[in-house]
């Protein structure tokens, strides 16, 4: 699909009030908390820094609780701040997913259906985030094992289907912990840049440095200490 445009399914939404992005912890141009919004929109200045060519953005937490899901939301919409780009949120964390949660879509034909289904279109399954120029692509049911669908062919061939949206549209993928499981450095390999996500107070210089050293070094864009959600 080369014509840019959004696949919107099962219909569009209507848009998130600022109200409601607030109690879900979501930056929204008029919030009063301009820090957060300050550090997600310098964020992503230094992404969009590394060039073109680079729209698949791997999130990925230290551990559970680094809140990795927090920030890939929120860079996403700091994306979407900028009316000449859009963005895809997919949630690949099938044992604990959490953007269908905050976005309160239909968790139904997911991400863990899609790598389950040779026939399913990887775009039809895209859903109204209810923020302009964002797009969702819930985990779906969650499962106990992911890292043999991240393995698949079809996971490689959805990424290509969504680079295939444009050089407008970037790409960021909510990652399982790095520590406990292969499933982020599958992804990593997947990906065009890797953002490590630590939580402030909470991971360790070594577990930081031993989860960064997953990584292709040329990847690696460096680490976010978060102290949000």
Do not use: W
């Amino acid at each position: 699909m080369n014509d840019h445009s959004f696949v919107r399914t099962p219909g569009p939404r209507p848009a998130l009030t600022p109200a409601q992005m607030q109690e879900r912890a979501l930056i929204h141009r008029s919030s009063s908390a301009r820090p957060e919004v300050d550090a997600f929109r310098e964020l992503r200045t230094r992404l969009l820094a590394i060039g073109p060519g680079h729209p698949v953005v791997l999130v990925a937490p230290v551990s559970a609780g680094s809140g990795a899901s927090y920030v890939a939301r929120n860079l996403a919409i700091a994306i979407a701040f900028d009316e000449r780009r859009r963005a895809v949120l997919v949630d690949c964390d099938l044992r604990h997913p959490a953007q269908q949660a905050v976005f309160q879509v239909d968790p139904g034909n997911g991400l863990v259906d899609y790598l389950g289904d040779t026939h399913a279109d990887p775009l039809s399954l895209l859903r109204d985030s209810g923020i302009a120029r964002l797009q969702l692509l819930p985990a779906g049911t969650p499962r106990e094992s992911s890292a043999e669908y991240f393995s698949t062919p079809r996971m490689r061939q959805l990424l290509d289907a969504l680079r295939g949206l444009g050089p407008e549209c970037h790409v960021f993928l909510d990652s399982p912990p790095v520590r406990g499981a292969p499933d982020a450095r599958i992804l990593s390999d997947l990906a065009d840049v890797v953002v490590l996500v630590a939580g402030y107070g909470r991971d360790t210089p070594e577990a930081i440095a031993q989860a960064a050293a997953n990584f292709d070094p040329g990847k690696f864009a460096g680490v976010v200490f978060n102290e949000g959600v």
